[in-house]
């Protein structure tokens, strides 16, 4: 059974940043994309930003601009540098795997953007 831990975060003020990592328990590669959604108090769970196998990075059109993602290959590791950050992103971000069409995800972990 994979495993997604997400670590990394917090309470930040706006225009603020943070870097979420995902820490997944095999090799990244076997999956076909890793990245991120976000669900926030009564919305519905929202894509946010995925790395595919080939390196190839997509993003909401309402982060573009502002959060980055990256992969550290030795350490199976994905991570979401948010930069910018606004109080409407606020939510729990979960990480995900996809392989062959079969999602797993991790526990979440809770973003909050307030002053």
């Known amino acids: 059974q994979v495993q997604l831990v997400e670590s990394g975060g917090g309470l930040v003020q706006p225009g603020g940043s943070l870097r979420l990592s995902c820490q997944v328990s095999?090799?990244?590669?076997?999956?076909?994309?890793v990245g991120w959604y976000r669900q926030a108090p009564g919305n519905e769970r929202e894509w946010v930003a995925a790395?595919?196998?080939?390196?190839?990075?997509m993003f909401a059109a309402s982060v573009k601009g502002r959060f980055i993602i990256s992969r550290d290959n030795a350490k199976n590791t994905v991570y979401l540098q948010m930069n910018s950050l606004k109080p409407e992103d606020t939510a729990v971000y979960y990480c995900?795997?996809?392989?062959?069409?079969?999602?797993?995800w991790g526990q979440g972990t809770q973003v909050t953007v307030s002053s």
């Open positions: 095999e090799n990244i590669f076997n999956f076909n994309t």
């Open positions: 995900y795997g996809n392989k062959m069409a079969r999602y797993s």
């Open positions: 790395i595919n196998a080939g390196g190839n990075k």
